[in-house]
C-alpha cells in the first residue's frame, strides 16, 4: 500500500507560469518532508524540504507547503523555466531510524 | 571525492548470472543507503548502513540480494542469480549522519542493471 502518492504521472505548464506539483501521504506520523529533482540519466536532487511544525518553506522560486490536517504536500514553482522540466518525487521521513520513501514522481515540462 | 560515485553505470547481465554494483559515498559520510527505482516508478528502499553496521535490510527483495560495507566508506550490493525482475536502476545515496533528515541524502547517478 502506497504511504506517498502523487497522483499526477505528468505536468506540462508554460514558461513563466506557475507549476504545482502535489503529493499526499497516508501517515500522520511523518516529521519531514522533501522534494526532489531528477533528470535523464542522473540521480535524484535534493531540491527543498520542510518539517511537520511549519505550513511553509520558500527558496528562490521553490516554495513548499504543507497542510497536515489533510496530509498533503505541494511544491509551486514561480515562474517556471525551461530548464525545470524533469521528475519531481516526493519524499517522506520520519524522526526515527526509518529511510526516506518516495512518491512515482511527477514529469514535469515547462515549455518555451 | 566531491559527490556519490556508482560503478558502473551499466550492466547487461545474462539470467542466472551474478552481479556487483559499488558505491562510494561522500568521504566522512555516516549513513548510507540503497534504493532500487523500476522504470516510471519512485526509488524503493533496500537497505541502510550506518558506518559498517547494517541496520535495516528490510527492503531487500529475497535472499538473492546482500549489502555490505565491510570498512564503514564503500558498499557493494550484490545479486546473486539475477533474474529480468531484477533490471532496474540501482541507487546510492549517503548522509552525514542520520539525524539531518531536512539536508536530505545526496545521491549518486545510478547503475541501470539490465537482466536478459
Known amino acids: 500500500d502506497q504511504q506517498v502518492k502523487q497522483n499526477s504521472p505528468s505536468l506540462s505548464v508554460q514558461e513563466g507560469r506557475i507549476s504545482i506539483l502535489n503529493c499526499d501521504y497516508t501517515?500522520?506520523?511523518?516529521?519531514?518532508f522533501l522534494w526532489y529533482k531528477k533528470y535523464p540519466a542522473e540521480g535524484p536532487t535534493f531540491l527543498i524540504s520542510?518539517?511537520?511544525?511549519?505550513d511553509k518553506n520558500e527558496d528562490g522560486r521553490f516554495t513548499v507547503f504543507l497542510n497536515k490536517s489533510a496530509k498533503h504536500l505541494s511544491l509551486h514553482i514561480v515562474p517556471s523555466q525551461p530548464g525545470d522540466s524533469a521528475v519531481y518525487f516526493c519524499?517522506?521521513?520520519?524522526?526515527?531510524?526509518?529511510?526516506?520513501?518516495f512518491g512515482k514522481g511527477t514529469r514535469l515540462s515547462v515549455i518555451a | 571525492g566531491a559527490g556519490v560515485s556508482q560503478s558502473p553505470r551499466y550492466k547487461v547481465a545474462k539470467r542466472g548470472q551474478d552481479v556487483a554494483l559499488r558505491c562510494d559515498p561522500i568521504?566522512?559520510?555516516?549513513?548510507l543507503f540503497w534504493y532500487q527505482q523500476a522504470l516510471g516508478q519512485g526509488p524503493e528502499f533496500l537497505t541502510y548502513?550506518?558506518?559498517?553496521?547494517?541496520?535495516?535490510k528490510s527492503g531487500l527483495p529475497s535472499d538473492r540480494f546482500f549489502a555490505e560495507r565491510p570498512e564503514g566508506s564503500v558498499s557493494t550490493l550484490k545479486i546473486q542469480r539475477t533474474q529480468q525482475e531484477d533490471s532496474a536502476v540501482y541507487l546510492c545515496?549517503?548522509?552525514?549522519?542520520?539525524?539531518?533528515?531536512?539536508?536530505?541524502?545526496?545521491f549518486g547517478s545510478g547503475t541501470r542493471l539490465t537482466v536478459v
Open positions: 545515496a549517503s548522509s552525514l549522519k542520520w539525524d539531518t533528515p531536512l539536508g536530505g541524502y545526496t
Open positions: 501517515n500522520s506520523m511523518f516529521d519531514y
Open positions: 520542510i518539517s511537520s511544525i511549519k
Open positions: 519524499a517522506v521521513l520520519n524522526s526515527g531510524n526509518t529511510p526516506l520513501v
Open positions: 568521504s566522512g559520510h555516516v549513513s
Open positions: 548502513f550506518q558506518n559498517e553496521a547494517q541496520l535495516d
